[in-house]
């Protein structure tokens, strides 16, 4: 049971073109969907995030887009950099018990090419 | 910067051994996370704690346990380890949730059983 399902699994990306990722999820509890970056031997880490209250949030050339009815969330990278090169999770967060559980998907291994 | 130390970089253990997996962070954050990472599933999640001494099941608890008797320390204990556990195992830290949570994760352990 997937509660975030995320597409591509892998993308190829000439330099200077655009990256679009897109996840979709179930539960309407989630409330924060964060995108993290993780780069080969290394951890994840936070890359930009929004809440449902807002249909766009832009950081440099980096932009989610989210859709509440449709429950869809996309993260959009202008100017694609072999620098951009990593794995890309969605995630969505919401309250469990006297914590919060964040749910990831299940990845986007973007390649972008010199 | 937020640490969050992961005593092993590779692991190398046999089936049935029990296997222990340590996890420090040095920001006094509330909540510390178990996630493994496998290809094509994303990060799922293991167990998490909210404070000290407290621990929740996450979405695959079985086959692991967690204990948590310091504020900066989390470990995830393997009773009996067993093939289909072998994995990229992230630990990963932040402060009480209102939210708007950050996860500051460590590099990872690739634990092998053979």
């Known amino acids: 049971q997937q509660q975030v399902k995320q597409s591509p699994q892998s993308l190829i990306v000439q330099k200077g073109g655009i990256s679009i990722i897109n996840c979709a999820y179930e539960?309407?509890?989630?409330?924060?969907f964060p995108w993290y970056q993780q780069f080969p031997g290394k951890g994840p880490a936070l890359l930009i995030a929004?809440?449902?209250?807002?249909s766009e949030k832009k950081e440099g050339r980096f932009t989610i887009s989210f859709n509440k009815s449709a429950k869809q969330f996309s993260l959009h990278i202008m100017d694609s950099q072999p620098g951009d090169s990593a794995t890309y999770f969605c995630?969505?967060?919401?309250?469990?018990?006297?914590?919060?559980?964040?749910?990831f998907g299940s990845g986007t291994q973007l390649t972008v090419l010199p | 910067d937020v640490k969050v130390t992961q005593s092993s970089r590779y692991l190398v253990k046999r089936t049935g051994e029990k296997v222990f997996l340590e996890c420090v962070q040095d920001m006094d954050h509330e909540n510390m996370f178990w996630y493994r990472q496998d290809p094509g599933l994303g990060l799922r999640l293991i167990y998490f704690s909210y404070d000290v001494k407290m621990k929740e099941k996450g979405d695959i608890p079985e086959g692991y346990s967690v204990s948590r008797e310091k504020k900066e320390r989390f470990s995830l204990i393997l009773e009996s380890a067993s093939t289909n556990q072998t994995s990229m195992y992230l630990c990963a830290s932040s402060t009480y949730g209102t939210g708007n949570e950050k996860l500051f994760f460590g590099s990872g352990t690739q634990l092998s059983v053979l």
């Open positions: 539960n309407t509890a989630f409330d924060y």
């Open positions: 995630a969505a967060s919401r309250s469990s018990g006297s914590a919060r559980q964040l749910t």
């Open positions: 929004i809440r449902p209250d807002v």
